[in-house]
């Protein structure tokens, strides 16, 4: 786990994204947060892949490489 800054605080947006990692049953993937949020609002894929990789590098999320795609967990408890 990569240790997380004080100046590392979430953003809106990385917040509803990592409620939503948190709400799911297991490990997620892009596809299903972008799913989730799409109930919601209207977002681009691509923002999520991009909002998940930086909750990755600030040490939030977890990513593995899974069959065809990441898969991330949480790595900061709720």
């Known amino acids: 786990m990569r240790p997380r800054s004080r100046a590392s605080v979430l953003t809106e947006q990385e917040l509803e994204i990592m409620k939503i990692v948190w709400r799911l049953p297991g490990p997620a993937t892009v596809r299903d ?13 691509t ?10 590098q600030k040490g939030y999320l ?17």
């Open 33 to 45: 947060v972008y799913e989730e949020l799409l109930k919601a609002r209207k977002i681009a894929y």
């Open 47 to 56: 923002t999520v892949m991009t909002m998940m990789g930086i909750l990755d």
């Open 62 to 78: 977890t990513r593995e490489q899974g069959d065809r795609a990441y898969v991330y967990r949480p790595a900061q408890p709720r």
